[in-house]
């Protein structure tokens, strides 16, 4: 049936369905209906609520939002700023490394911030209002990322809460001379996702079902869930149907 179908698919090691639990019983998979779709998982190119969502479940963050709406850290453990305002240092968590095994560094973050700012009025412009007033980011070492402001920003960490970080081994070659390729590039459709978020993800269906399989080297806390479903409905009755009848 469809829970044990969307359990084998997070418990995979690949991509392809399967209708046979690998692993976990249907109660172990938290599934989710939604009339919102993930368009895409492109942090410089998407538009649908559930893209974001998306997201930020497969890509680091520098900070979030702790359960009582203060911010705390994500991928950095810590942070501090230069006197003047304008220098933000983010200590990152060490020994991290990207879903493909390759390492995860602050390098990859400063490559990002760069990238995007070098692009902003072009194809990353989407990204880059997060960046208002950056001049440049650097990584001194392998888990120190440095921030370069124009002048100060009163609003620094709500931003970058909203900031995704990319592998620059993937994404650096899309980027060709002029940074369109950034844009037009689909990672939802050359899976597996590279991320290093608490997720990862195995199936992906626009108009149908995405499946999350939890990250096993995932920096932080670990998923209470074997797998997370995000099922496409096309309406709410058919979503409150699937509900009342226990899927």
Do not use: C
């Not at 950056?134 to 100060?152: G, M, Q, R």
């Not at 994404?171 to 978020?197: I, M, Q, S």
């Amino acid at each position: 049936d469809a829970l044990n179908t969307v359990a084998s698919l997070v418990n995979s090691d690949t991509a392809a369905a399967d209708t046979t639990t690998a692993g976990a019983s249907s109660s172990d998979v938290m599934r989710i209906g939604t009339t919102s779709y993930i368009d895409s998982l492109n942090p410089f190119n998407y538009i649908e609520s559930q893209a974001y969502n998306a997201m930020i479940m497969i890509y680091p963050q520098l900070v979030q939002y702790s359960p009582g709406m203060e911010f705390e850290g994500d991928w950095a453990s810590s942070w501090k700023t230069s006197a003047d305002g304008k220098d933000w240092t983010f200590t990152l968590r060490p020994d991290t490394k990207w879903s493909d095994g390759e390492p995860m560094t602050a390098a990859d973050a400063a490559w990002t911030i760069n990238t995007t700012v070098k692009y902003a009025d072009g194809p990353t412009a989407v990204a880059a209002a997060a960046l208002a007033h950056v001049k440049n980011a650097e990584a001194t070492d392998d888990t120190t990322l440095v921030i370069h402001y124009e002048s100060p920003v009163g609003n620094v960490l709500a931003q970058l809460e909203q900031f995704f970080i990319l592998p620059e081994h993937v994404w650096a070659p899309k980027a060709g001379t002029d940074g369109k390729g950034l844009k037009t590039y689909h990672p939802e459709l050359n899976l597996p996702v590279v991320g290093g978020g608490a997720y990862t993800i195995t199936q992906y269906e626009k108009k149908g079902t995405t499946a999350f399989k939890p990250y096993p080297d995932f920096y932080g806390p670990p998923s209470h869930a074997e797998g997370i479903a995000l099922t496409y409905y096309t309406n709410s009755d058919a979503a409150i149907a699937d509900l009342q009848a226990g899927d």
